[in-house]
């Protein structure tokens, strides 16, 4: 297998649709309180993972929670994953802060998140 590897998932993103509800159940789950809290993402850090609320699915339209695998150079994974059989659904942009996010759709419809930090 050649290409770049993975640093595994270190980061979950959650819709949600009652921010203020979900970040207390988060906060109970986890044991902490949120490092980012603003009404339109709360983050949380917790075991070395980060695990976010997205209101109403923010504006790329989550349905679901995404896994976001981190990986060292975003293009050649997206472009690995691509000639493998996914789909890009959301080419890498910047986020924010030098972090870079795509996401992709395996043969099955199933969102896979793809996240650089610079």
């Given amino acids: 297998m050649t290409g770049s590897s993975s640093q595994g998932i270190k980061t979950v993103l ?5 921010l203020a509800t979900a970040k207390k159940v988060y906060a109970a789950l ?3 309180p949120p490092q980012t809290d603003e009404p339109y993402y709360v983050g949380f850090e917790a075991a070395g993972q980060h ?5 109403g699915g923010g504006p790329q339209g989550m349905t679901s929670p ?13 472009a690995e994953v ?7 659904k959301e080419p890498a942009h910047d986020v924010g802060g030098g972090r870079l996010v795509a996401t992709v759709t395996d043969p099955d419809g199933n969102v896979l998140g793809l996240l650089q930090d610079r």
Avoid: C, F, N
């Fill in 82 to 88: 691509s000639a493998a059989g996914a789909t890009v």
């Fill in 66 to 78: 995404v896994a976001y695998w981190h990986v060292p150079d975003i293009e050649a994974k997206l």
């Fill in 30 to 32: 986890l044991g902490v």
């Fill in 51 to 55: 695990i976010g609320l997205v209101p």
């Fill in 14 to 18: 959650h819709p949600v649709s009652d």
